[in-house]
């Protein structure tokens, strides 16, 4: 059964950083694309970052290029988002999702991931 759990989230400073992990378990990371998403209280959900199988071509949405950068280890099947310079505006619930053979572009959306984990608060704040 495939699975994802998120870790990683917490308080923080605006300016601060935090590093979000999403452990896959029950398929082998290497063959699916893996998106970060987040959702604010009262938003919708909106694409963060995606990286295609195989350490393929990376996407970032505008608000966080230069600040996020999203990577993965096959070794540990695990997916990171390291968040630097954050901001209040960055809080939300963060959620992973996995997608099998999937090309990450600026129309990467929520609705073309099979997978999700249950998400990890991450709050920015003063």
């Known amino acids: 059964q495939l699975q994802l759990v998120e870790s990683g989230g917490g308080l923080v400073q605006p300016g601060g950083s935090l590093r979000l992990s999403c452990a896959a378990s029950?398929?082998?990371?290497?063959?699916?694309?893996i998106g970060w998403f987040r959702q604010a209280p009262g938003k919708e959900r909106e694409g963060v970052s995606c990286?295609?199988?195989?350490?393929?071509?990376?996407y970032y949405v505008d608000s966080v290029k230069g600040r996020f950068t999203i990577s993965r280890d096959n070794a540990k099947n695990t997916v990171y988002l390291q968040m630097n310079s954050l901001k209040p505006e960055d809080t939300a619930v963060y959620y992973c999702a996995a997608v099998w053979y999937y090309y990450c572009s600026n129309y990467f959306s929520a609705s073309h991931f099979t997978s999700w984990g249950q998400g990890t608060q991450v709050t920015v704040s003063s």
């Open positions: 990286m295609s199988n195989s350490e393929g071509n990376t």
């Open positions: 029950g398929f082998t990371l290497d063959d699916y694309a």
